[in-house]
């Protein structure tokens, strides 16, 4: 608290990419957009990556992205979701 009672916490947050919401706003103008792609865990305890859009594994040229070790499998899911998003 600073010397007026008011609080010097931010009235503002960064999240997701480039978008700031009040967070003394009861109604966000901009709600982040979900990411088109995601890694998970299949079955078989191997990582794969998700493209949402496509409903199928992701691409890398002629290689799908599945059985993957999750460091792998999380880096190319951050990769696409950062050079991809302003195609969609």
Known sequence: ??????????????????????V???????????????????????WVVWDHKEQYFAEVGARY???LPEERAKAFCTMLNILLSKND
């Not at 007026?4 to 700031?20: F, H, I, M, Q």
Request: proline share 10%; hydrophobic share 35%; charged share 30%.
């Open 1 to 22: 608290m600073g010397m007026t009672g008011v609080s010097d916490a931010p009235k503002y947050r960064l999240l997701e990419r480039y978008v700031a919401i009040d």
């Open 24 to 46: 003394n706003d009861k109604k966000p103008r901009q709600v982040p957009s979900p990411k088109r792609f995601e890694a998970f865990l299949d079955p078989m305890n191997n």
């Open 65 to 67: 992205l599945a059985s």
